[in-house]
């Protein structure tokens, strides 16, 4: 059993990628991050040294706090957090014991630089229907909380990028698009490092219904229906992205949780007899 405010491995394995995952603050000194750069999923840099003019803009937050193996610096920051007003707990094991559980890692290869706020800004075509809005999603859950998204007219996307510091998505001719039958979503979950069954199994639902294949999974025409049908109910695009967080939110909580489970009407009654008697 953890120490009191203090959560395990397993305890926040199950809550990354959620929309109530609780902010991951990484303290890792700059030595301990150099030896290992990759971050957790959606998880921040902070110098614990500022610990007590950052953490004031956290009060009412849950947070988990992470060092290099769970001990004074994830302790010390995790203490000024409470006293500030945070909810905070420390990783037990910290980074070293994340990374030796098999656990996910964010690449941070290719995470585009941050703004004045401390977010990425993300630009493409407007009117997103499939992958303009799972790739958000990825992100949002798995890379940046406080990502902000751009849609703009197509003829405007590359223009937009460069003046207003955006990096482009799912448009020809740049880095984070389609590559041969897969699609925008396949790439940043292969780029980010991403890899793992549910997000796995979640990308071939999204290219089935991005790449007009809705035979390639059980679930694509669902998606693809869901998706075209949200596309009509809201004529703002971020609008529109906010519904839609919640039906990936669910299609990733049926493919890390739910796919052996069915589903039918009546249910059986216990002590119920079935079969013929002769």
């Given at each position: 059993?953890?120490a009191?405010?203090?959560?395990?491995?397993?305890?926040?394995?199950?809550?990354?990628?959620?929309?109530?995952?609780?902010?991951?603050?990484?303290?890792?000194?700059?030595?301990?991050?150099?030896?290992?750069?990759?971050l957790?999923?959606?998880s921040?840099?902070?110098?614990?040294?500022?610990v007590?003019?950052?953490?004031?803009?956290?009060?009412g937050?849950?947070?988990?706090?992470?060092?290099?193996?769970?001990?004074?610096?994830?302790?010390?920051v995790a203490a000024?957090?409470?006293?500030?007003?945070?909810?905070?707990?420390?990783?037990?094991?910290g980074?070293?014991?994340?990374?030796?559980?098999?656990?996910?890692?964010?690449r941070?290869?290719?995470?585009?630089?941050?703004?004045?706020?401390?977010?990425t800004?993300?630009?493409?075509r407007?009117?997103?229907?499939?992958?303009?809005?799972?790739?958000?999603?990825?992100?949002?859950?798995?890379?940046?909380?406080?990502?902000?998204?751009?849609f703009?007219?197509l003829?405007?996307?590359?223009?937009?990028?460069?003046?207003?510091?955006?990096?482009?998505?799912d448009?020809?001719?740049?880095?984070?698009?389609?590559?041969?039958?897969?699609?925008?979503?396949?790439?940043?979950?292969?780029?980010?490092?991403?890899?793992?069954?549910?997000?796995?199994?979640?990308?071939m639902?999204?290219?089935?219904?991005?790449?007009?294949?809705?035979?390639?999974?059980?679930?694509s025409?669902?998606?693809?229906?869901?998706?075209?049908g949200?596309?009509?109910?809201?004529?703002?695009?971020?609008a529109?992205?906010?519904?839609?967080?919640?039906?990936?939110?669910?299609?990733?909580?049926?493919?890390?949780?739910?796919?052996?489970e069915?589903?039918?009407?009546?249910?059986p009654?216990?002590?119920?007899?079935?079969?013929?008697?002769?």
């Open positions: 059993m953890p009191p405010d203090t959560i395990t491995v397993a305890q926040l394995s199950r809550l990354i990628g959620l929309p109530d995952a609780p902010l991951l603050i990484d303290v890792r000194t700059e030595e301990d991050h150099a030896a290992d750069p990759r957790l999923p959606a921040i840099r902070r110098d614990h040294r500022g007590d003019g950052w953490s004031a803009g956290l009060a937050r849950s947070a988990v706090v992470l060092c290099q193996r769970g001990l004074k610096l994830s302790q010390g000024w957090l409470r006293c500030n007003g945070a909810r905070a707990e420390v990783l037990e094991g980074f070293e014991a994340w990374a030796g559980g098999g656990q996910l890692l964010l941070p290869d290719h995470i585009p630089a941050r703004d004045a706020q401390g977010r800004v993300w630009v493409t407007s009117r997103p229907k499939i992958d303009r809005i799972a790739c958000p999603w990825l992100i949002r859950r798995f890379v940046d909380a406080q990502a902000v998204f751009l703009v007219a003829s405007e996307v590359q223009a937009v990028a460069e003046r207003f510091g955006a990096t482009p998505f448009i020809e001719d740049v880095f984070w698009s389609h590559r041969g039958e897969e699609c925008t979503f396949d790439t940043m979950v292969t780029e980010f490092g991403l890899r793992s069954e549910a997000l796995s199994r979640l990308a639902i999204v290219r089935g219904a991005d790449t007009d294949r809705p035979g390639l999974t059980p679930q025409a669902g998606l693809l229906a869901a998706s075209l949200l596309s009509r109910m809201h004529r703002e695009d971020l529109q992205l906010d519904a839609a967080m919640g039906l990936y939110d669910a299609f990733f909580r049926w493919s890390r949780d739910a796919v052996a069915t589903h039918n009407w009546p249910a009654q216990p002590g119920a007899r079935t079969g013929i008697v002769a």
